[in-house]
């Protein structure tokens, strides 16, 4: 098995440094500064590992196709057998619950759905709590304890907050959670008490929460898990290195995520770069991003880009319109203010892929038919299905093209809406600007109302054969 591969900077340098993603700051800082904005600018950090060359890009696939077979505990992490690619050292405190390998299906009803001749889905909601989110926070965590930090936060629609609760524990650390009171699903905020974190539910949604953990950011004694933090994206990079594994190197034409706080594109976008970079592919997938119509505030700025600035993707616009009042039954994407928008839209822009948004019914729609295909997810993660199905429509997908969609989420983190879809109670607000008004139904094209039926043999039968 080759040697890890030597670190550029030499013997006693970091594994990597923070950057600001601000071209005209450019200013760089040692991985062990706590820091989440960039100090000079306030713009967003990115870590760039010092890593050399591979002698070939043959030698690296062999390593990490050897590393599968491994009995070593760290090389069953679907994070950690990529170590090479990561900003830690060997002898980091990894924490791990045996996050990634997840699993990369066919999709004949969805593909068919979206007027595909094939689909595949990529299932991060096959990870120890469910999400996408557990590459990240091993990431995260491990860093946290680098850093000799006690308690570990985050604001969260309900996954960031599930991972986070379920690592912390793992690693031996406090966790506090802000939640937007009232509007995360019951599974998920069960996982965060059952995990033991404090959970502080706040009056605000989701945006408030995040300035909330911005601020309390400062104090040194807080460690921010959210997506700002630049270790959790060099978690969750992670998938783009499987994802390519599981194709066995053939880049597909597209990958399409959910959009909500921009890191799980972000992660993806860099991934794949990375990739590019050390001649492991030979092209980017187009990266395409999926908004929930009434939580849409990148996929509105992309909109209005003009054809000049979408080629010149290194220097973007400076100010994203927040959505002031983010509506959207897809709780997990309810979010005005991403804070990872830039890095994004770079991410996006420099793929050639597209930020687009989808209505509630269309998500819903979406969703029951991954379901069909015995696959299931949580409402965000339908976007991907839905979107995919709208850029086959407008032509920037070809019918014939090799798609893969990303969904974030396990069907049970969300029951309730499964539910009142298939009851044919399911209900929307209209949109951010009218939050206040009445809600419009939710048809449930896809339906499959439970029936109450008699107790007897005869009754049963006769439910069958009307079903045939
Ligand atoms: N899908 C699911 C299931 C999510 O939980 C999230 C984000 C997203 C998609 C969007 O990913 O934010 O990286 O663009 N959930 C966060 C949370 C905000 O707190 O759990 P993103």
Known sequence: MPQRLARAAGKKAEPGVQHCVNHSCGATYSLGERIYLCPKCGETLEIECRLTRPKSADVLRGYWAAKSASKLPRDASGVWRYLDMLPFEDDAPFVTLFEGHTPLFHAPRSAKYCGLSDLRLKHQGYNPTGSFKDTGMAAAMTQALISGTRTAVCASTGNTAASLAAYAARAGLQAAILLPHGQVSSSKLAQSLDYGALVLEIDGNFDACMRLVQELGDDPSIYVANSINPFRIEGQKTVAFELMEQCAWQVPDHVVVPGGNMGNSTALGKGFQELYDLGLISRLPKLSVIQAEGAAPVAHLFAKLSPKQRADFEHLPEKLEPVENPQTLATAIKIGAPVSWKKALRAVLRSGGKIITVSEQEIADAKAMIGRDSIGCEPASATTVAGIKKLVAAGHIG??????????????????????????????????????????????????????????????????????
């Open 399 to 468: 019918r014939k093209d090799d798609v893969v969609a990303v969904l974030t989420g396990h069907a049970l983190k969300d029951p309730d809406y499964m539910i009142r879809y298939h009851e044919g109670t399911l209900t929307a607000a209209h949109g951010p600007k009218d939050a206040s008004a009445p809600t419009k139904p939710i048809a449930g094209a896809f339906r499959n109302a439970p029936q109450r039926v008699a107790a007897s043999k005869t009754a049963i039968l006769a439910s069958l054969e009307r079903r045939q």
